[in-house]
């Protein structure tokens, strides 16, 4: 086991540097297109030049990639153009921000998602089951932006009991979260609630089940002891990779209520090119996805002795 | 001559009061307007405009308006007694805030105007009145401007406010290094140096005394004092780019009614109260408080509908029947002059061709655009960027759609069997850029012209505005068209993305800006507003109105036509 979270671990740095190394290039393969960046659309050829000499940008790729590397481990990421500040200032923060807005959305989407799963797939083909599935299927068929304005739509201008935008204008506040949080969880436990009432369904009809249910167990005990435990090996993956999707794949979101997370901060710098809020976050996406495969992959082998990896 | 001479033709409908009001030496061409007002060779509204900006005060300007016209205009209801303190919040993109001289952006301009001020003030009524500036007088000629400047104002590190800080940012904005749009606005200080870069004349700016400044130029232009409250004019402290960093973020030294408490580009701008007296009279608000909600405008209307704001930037016209819905909340319309215009760069093939350029033109249905496009919630352009309510604009004959003629156009331009062509768009003031773009394309077809739109970013537009072979290109509001044909069609001007040359059109809006009469002045730009109808180098297919909504709370509120926050009058009701 140590073995291969030491290989899992080796391969995850692996992947990190070859992904760095494609961001540099996309972001800062000409440097006169950061120059650009820099000083703006009305900088002349000369002022451009000056520039690229005065900040080392005449050296070799190479080069600079490794500079570059070495300060984003040491925490420097680099002045953000639009912000007029250092990256780490304002990406930290919104890295955090996100961090409640997945984090919240987490814990209610998994419950809500294993609970619904488990209590389709206990009676596969029951109205409770077909209920649950028509319900799961048709809130992941409705794209976030499309959600965030009907949820808008009653509760803010229909009914006016909740804030229309969650932007913490104000100090933090729980209130503003729930609009967001609905839209993540409406859109996101459907897929879960999908693959955990599929992994039930199949557990049920195993043999042992059907010998502990002929042996006369309670019919809850057959569930909570037997068939549970069993039915999360599947859905364990896919609620890892809602991990690595809370984190890049919130941008709708965000920009629809207005919240100041790392969603809101990649599109308004991929709007803008702020190419080193760009590599932050580039940097960040692929740590979280490349992390949570790992703890999946790991945790996976975990709970299933029966994958056994050489 | 004083005010007193001229008004002695009337003297007998003066009560005492009103003369009371006179006494400065004014401009010797007051007497003239004054006949013209009352032979209704112009209207009250030119009047008023004019004589303020000839150095007239505006309580003698509407006194005297009054007298000669026999009209007492209907006064406006009583308001209530303004209450001072509160906080207003306000949803608008918060952007850098660094050097006013070079403001691309008037949001950038709302926040710092609490901060820096100008020296004149163009009101919403379009009438520009005195503001750091007590008082001004043009020579006869319009070629020198001297401007009194008021005495006892304090920046907020405590420095007097004196000449030496209007001189400073003037020079600034003339030095070509800054980069500022205010070089082309100010055309009158500014000549062509060795290097083809326009910099500014000779003492073009010359301190009289510590609070009076002349201003010489090298032609007459009227619209000095309207021009000091375009919104790159803020007056910066002296040290502004020389003591200390031209960031305005970071040293917010102002002579405005707030201090900068916190900012934080792309959240929020927080303005506090000064303490201490206001120069501008009283200031009721306590805090104005602007917060980003990002670039969706529907955030922007939730944070209204759930109240988490008091006012919005503006609504788009595609939310205004629900803003229209909410019981609390009071819209705004201005009629204004802005607008957006389908602009050639007239140096990039193929609009380099002047007919490909008119027969793009001559395809468009000005009122189908509005209409469809803007739900009619405007008026028609004429391809020449001069709106109707500018004071300055000549009616000329009505443009017609014409497909006929673009075939032929094009079949003289070298393309018989039509021309694929593509505009930049960035919707950076909505979709409705989009819509429009459509619906010429779909007109431009009859005419063998396939329109491409290539749709980007709004920020993605702004770096290519000026460099797009054709773009699609929003302009705020501006209260003269002397002003937007200077800032945007004169050779070589920072603004100018047409890249358009034309001596003739230079030297005939050199003539219109130094024209005082109004209705010569009119048929002046007749000739410049033809010069660029016929170029074809902007088709423009409307002028829109803007929208503001506040909260019912939020009381003294009057859209500026160009969106620009003037908060003198308003106070929250409790």
Redesign the interface.
């Known amino acids: 086991m140590l073995q291969l979270i030491l290989r899992r671990i080796g391969m995850m740095i692996l992947i990190m540097l070859v992904v760095a190394l494609l961001l540099f290039m996309i972001n800062e393969g000409d440097p006169r297109l950061i120059a650009r960046s820099v000083l703006g659309?009305?900088a002349q050829a000369d002022q451009l030049q000056l520039w690229i000499e005065q900040n080392g940008y005449d050296r070799s790729m190479f080069i600079r990639y490794f500079e570059w590397l070495g300060r984003v481990m040491t925490g420097d990421l680099g002045h953000s153009i639009?912000?007029?500040r250092p990256v780490a200032d304002i990406f930290w923060d919104r890295l955090g921000n996100t961090g409640i807005l997945a984090g919240v959305t987490f814990v209610i989407m998994v419950i809500v998602a294993l609970v619904l799963g488990v209590l389709a797939g206990m009676k596969e083909g029951s109205p409770q089951d077909r209920a649950i599935s028509v319900l799961s299927i048709a809130t992941t068929s409705v794209p976030e932006y499309a959600s965030a304005?009907i949820l808008?739509g009653i509760f803010?201008?229909w009914l006016?009991w909740?804030?229309?935008?969650s932007?913490m204008?104000s100090g933090f506040n729980i209130v503003e979260l729930i609009l967001p949080v609905m839209v993540l969880t409406l859109y996101g436990f459907g897929y879960i609630a999908r693959m955990t009432r599929a992994s039930m369904a199949e557990v049920m009809t195993t043999p042992y089940i059907r010998t502990a249910v002929l042996k006369g167990l309670p019919y809850r005990h057959i569930i909570m002891k037997h068939a549970l435990r069993n039915a999360l090996i599947a859905p364990f993956t896919v609620i890892m990779l809602q991990i690595n999707w809370l984190l890049s794949g919130v941008v709708v979101t965000e920009?629809?209520?207005?919240y100041?997370g790392f969603g809101?901060l990649l599109l308004?710098a991929a709007?803008?090119?702020d190419i080193f809020v760009i590599e932050a976050c580039g940097i960040a996406a692929v740590f979280v996805a490349v992390f949570t495969q790992t703890i999946g992959d790991l945790g996976y082998t975990y709970l299933n002795p029966r994958i056994r990896f050489k | 001559m004083s005010d007193k001479k001229i008004l002695g033709r009337d003297a007998r409908r003066y009560t005492l009061a009103t003369e009371r009001a006179y006494g400065a030496d004014t401009h010797s061409y007051l007497p003239e307007l004054c006949d013209q007002l009352k032979t209704k060779k112009i209207d009250r509204r030119d009047f008023l405009r004019q004589a303020a900006l000839l150095g007239m005060t505006t309580t003698t300007a509407y006194a005297m308006a009054n007298v000669l016209t026999g009209e007492t205009p209907i006064k406006e209801a009583m308001a209530a007694t303004p209450k001072a303190g509160g906080a207003l919040k306000v949803s608008m993109r918060v952007q850098e805030m660094t050097d006013p001289a070079s403001f691309d952006w008037v949001e950038k301009s709302n926040v710092a105007r609490f901060l820096v001020e100008h020296l004149t003030r163009t009101r919403a009524d379009n009438v520009t009145v005195p503001y750091l500036a007590k008082s001004w007088e043009a020579s006869d000629d319009l070629k020198t401007w001297v401007f009194h400047l008021k005495e006892g104002v304090k920046w907020s590190n405590g420095d007097d406010f004196t000449s030496a800080d209007v001189a400073h940012t003037v020079n600034r904005w003339l030095d070509p290094a800054t980069g500022s749009s205010n070089l082309g606005l100010f055309g009158a200080m500014v000549e062509e140096g060795a290097d083809g870069k326009k910099r500014g004349i000779a003492n073009a700016v010359e301190v009289v005394d510590s609070h009076t400044i002349k201003f010489n130029l090298k032609q007459a232009a009227l619209a000095m004092p309207e021009n000091f409250y375009n919104y790159p004019t803020a007056i910066v402290h002296k040290g502004f780019g020389g003591d200390y960093e031209a960031d305005l973020s970071k040293n917010p030294i102002g002579t405005g009614p707030c201090e900068l408490a916190d900012f934080s580009i792309g959240e929020r701008a927080i303005l506090k109260k000064r303490a201490g007296d206001y120069h501008d009279g009283a200031f009721h608000l306590d805090e104005i408080q602007y917060f980003d909600h990002g670039e969706d405008t529907n955030a922007w209307i939730a944070a209204l509908a759930s109240q988490q704001v008091d006012m919005v930037y503006r609504v788009p016209n595609d939310a205004i029947e629900t803003v229209k819905r909410l019981p609390f909340v009071d819209i705004h319309e201005a009629t204004t002059a802005q607008t957006a215009v389908m602009r050639f760069r007239v140096t990039e093939k193929p609009f380099d061709d002047p007919r490909v350029r008119q027969a793009i033109a001559a395809c468009m249905d000005h009122q189908e655009i509005l209409d469809k496009a803007f739900k009619g919630l405007g008026q028609v352009a004429e391809n020449h960027h001069v709106c109707p309510i500018h004071p300055d604009y000549a009616a000329l004959p009505p443009l017609k759609r014409d497909i006929a003629k673009a075939k032929k156009l094009l079949a003289d331009a070298g393309y018989p069997d039509g021309i694929t062509v593509e505009i930049a768009n960035g919707d950076t003031e909505g979709s409705w850029m989009t819509d429009a773009c459509a619906i010429f394309k779909s007109q431009a077809e009859a005419a063998g012209i396939t329109i491409n739109i290539n749709k980007m970013p709004a920020n993605q537009y702004w770096e290519v505005w000026d460099k797009a072979p054709w773009g699609y290109t929003a302009w705020t509001h501006r209260p003269l068209g002397t002003m937007v044909l200077g800032l945007a069609y004169r050779k070589g001007v920072p603004w100018n993305e047409a890249a358009y040359d034309n001596p003739k059109f230079d030297a005939a809006l050199d003539d219109a800006e130094g024209t005082l009469d109004v209705n010569e002045r009119k048929k002046k730009m007749a000739v410049c507003e033809k010069l660029i109808q016929d170029d074809a180098i902007i088709p423009q297919p409307f002028w829109r109105s803007v929208f503001k909504a506040t909260n019912k709370k939020v009381k003294g509120f009057k859209t500026h036509p160009t969106l620009y926050h003037q908060f003198q009058d308003v106070w929250l009701d409790s």
Request: glycine share 12%; hydrophobic share 40%.
């Open positions: 659309p009305y639009i912000y007029k304005v808008a803010v201008f006016g909740l804030p229309g935008t932007s204008t920009f629809a209520f207005g100041k809101a308004e709007l803008r090119r």
